[in-house]
């Protein structure tokens, strides 16, 4: 029997027993015949064979574990500012009709006339694109157009209230109550507007200190009941597995990814049904609705198999062109798949979306430097992966722009954003370059460790050892500082990520000194706290530890375990084209062909950047 490497790494540490990097190695290599991994591992055998089907060799993904994500953070009113300008000078006025939204609409609820219908349709899109405050003023909009128009309250209520990315803030509470309020009383005849606007006055609440978990679990009930009376209506299975999503958000999967979290199994089947992927009773398929295929992407990407939503997203930028939001969505699977062109398109393409549509005033400052500038973070991480620095230089720069102190102090997802440009110059800027980069704020500690951790890789690179481990040292610092203690509670993993920093560095700098041993060590230390690192696309720390830990054991005359090391970083990014090139080296140098073959036919189709990836850059 093959014991998973995973298994026997915690076992040893149980035991006592791991004494170096190496002594994981030989064990992993013992394990695992097959350059591609164990094949007698039900989850590798469907990898495998759905990879190679898209003809994408050694392209294995290892899921990674999901611990409970803490709760996040109650944001401020940047959520609902809209930006300051000639199109938009308040969040009152009222909005252009964008023309590039696709076609969505719920024909059987809203109101009649023309504009209003056209304000309404516009207000649904883009709430299913989580641009909820423009998607409010077209609500707002339809609602000036036909004052008697209850689902049109329904809409701003329903895109005012939390999300899988948000909770929801005092004052959306109010105007949410207000809106359902006044839709009550127009009294709607129709059975189902009127049991939708009852569902959704399940989430709110005049008592400031109601529990907001407890309040989201009674509107999924009431969406579950709404659902079961019009068992045939994608719109309301849809809102319905909306409701489901929002008990866990992030959260929707056992550890391995195979086992649905809680009511996640339902939700799932919900929006399968939707997408027509599966028979739920008389539920009708609506394929084409961009929410179904926005909602399946987040439902699937963390499970062990989320190259099932491979085919829907392929189509989803196309159903609503002008939403970058939706644009940049396939990307999520596209990265968990290692088809980093693919994402790093869809990401260009979002961005420009989301230029278009801020130029018209059509996006809240959270839009702008949150889901704006994750599309930028996506195009830095997707062309870093591919080796293609000179785009990813370019986002890092474009990002130290986008997102603003404002936005890290009230949002503080956005830090990891902010510092990841650090990241790409520490991959591909020379050492001079990295050293010129100005000090970050130093009231966002974990934007400054991240500079700090540059430098300490550049100073390792120039031989400035003292230098590099003052680096170390601010960092260990910074990892004490109350605002990194407390950062996982806000949804972000600062302690383990600095961890990772101090490691990093601390080997690169034996790396130069020729201590292989000793380098490879601290970077199986390093691997090994990147994989207890929550769910994050893209991931909290940009490449995988273990293709340094491979170039390491290559550079301490150890091609066989270096091997392992490269497969295990290959299965945590598919067609990772550093790992594969490592992989080449090692195979080579080992004598393997068969493995030296695969591994150069991966690293030449995933590979776009300049010339090949050196050791000392893995």
């Not at 590798?44 to 611990?67: E, R």
């Not at 569902?199 to 679990?217: F, G, T, W």
């Not at 066989?560 to 594969?580: M, S």
């Amino acid at each position: 029997m093959t014991i998973p490497v995973s298994k026997r790494l915690r076992s040893l540490t149980g035991l006592g027993l791991m004494t170096s990097a190496a002594s994981i190695i030989v064990l992993a290599a013992s394990a695992e015949a097959c350059p591609l991994g164990d094949h007698n591992s039900p989850r590798v055998k469907m990898l495998h064979g759905a990879m190679h089907a898209l003809a994408a060799p050694m392209t294995l993904a290892q899921h990674q574990s999901h611990p409970q994500p803490p709760a996040r953070n109650e944001l401020g009113t940047y959520s609902r500012d809209l930006p300051k300008g000639a199109s938009a000078p308040t969040s009152d006025e009222r909005p252009p009709i964008y023309g590039n939204l696709g076609q969505l609409s719920w024909s059987e609820v809203g109101p009649a006339a023309q504009e209003a219908r056209a304000y309404f349709d516009q207000g649904y899109r883009l709430g299913w694109g989580f641009n909820h405050a423009e998607a409010a003023r077209a609500f707002r909009a339809a609602q000036d157009l036909d004052p008697a128009c209850a689902m049109c309250l329904w809409g701003e209520a329903w895109v005012l209230g939390p999300h899988i990315n948000y909770p929801m803030l005092p004052d959306a509470n109010a105007r949410a109550l207000v809106a359902l309020d006044q839709a009550r009383k127009l009294a709607p005849s129709d059975e189902l507007q009127a049991v939708l606007i009852d569902a959704l006055s399940k989430r709110y609440s005049p008592d400031p200190n109601a529990d907001q978990a407890v309040l989201n679990q009674a509107y999924a009930d009431a969406m579950e009941a709404v659902q079961a009376r019009f068992p045939d209506n994608p719109h309301v299975a849809l809102l319905t597995a909306d409701a489901l999503m929002n008990l866990s958000p992030w959260d929707y999967w056992e550890e391995g990814g195979k086992i649905p979290k809680g009511r996640s199994g339902r939700m799932v089947e919900l929006i399968e049904g939707v997408l027509g992927d599966r028979q739920v009773g008389p539920l009708k398929a609506l394929p084409d609705h961009p929410g179904a295929v926005h909602l399946y992407i987040h439902a699937v990407e963390a499970s062990d198999s989320p190259e099932r939503a491979a085919p829907h997203a392929a189509r989803l930028a196309a159903l609503m062109p002008g939403a970058g939001h939706l644009v940049h969505m396939p990307s999520h699977i596209w990265y968990r798949l290692g088809r980093w062109r693919e994402s790093l398109d869809a990401n260009v393409q979002a961005a420009a979306a989301d230029d278009a549509m801020m130029k018209q005033g059509g996006a809240s400052l959270l839009y702008a430097e949150g889901y704006h500038a994750h599309n930028v973070h996506f195009v830095m991480v997707s062309a870093l992966m591919g080796g293609d620095g000179s785009t990813a230089l370019a986002a890092a720069d474009k990002l130290a722009d986008l997102v603003s102190s404002r936005a890290q102090q009230e949002v503080p997802w956005t830090q990891p954003i902010a510092a990841a440009r650090y990241s790409a110059h520490a991959h591909f800027s020379a050492p001079e370059t990295v050293l010129a980069l100005p000090e970050p704020d130093a009231q966002f500690p974990f934007v400054r460790a991240r500079w700090h951790y540059a430098r300490g890789v550049a100073l390792a690179r120039l031989g400035r050892e003292d230098e590099a481990r003052q680096e170390i040292a601010a960092i260990a610092v910074l990892a004490q500082s109350p605002v990194i203690v407390e950062m996982p509670k806000l949804g972000v993993p600062g302690p383990d990520v600095l961890t990772i920093e101090e490691k990093v560095v601390e080997a690169r700098i034996a790396q130069s000194k020729g201590d292989y041993a000793q380098a490879a060590t601290l970077f199986a230390e390093a691997a090994q706290v990147q994989d207890r690192l929550p769910y994050m696309e893209p991931p909290f720390w940009t490449y995988p530890v273990y293709q340094s830990l491979g170039a390491a054991l290559l550079q301490q005359g150890k091609p066989k375990e270096a091997q392992v090391a490269f497969r295990e970083a290959i299965k945590r990014t598919p067609n990772n084209g550093w790992a594969a090139a490592g992989l080449y080296q090692a195979s080579e140098a080992s004598g393997d062909a068969a493995a030296s073959e695969e591994a150069k036919a991966l690293m030449t189709k995933n590979w776009f950047g300049g010339g090949n990836p050196s050791l000392d850059r893995l």
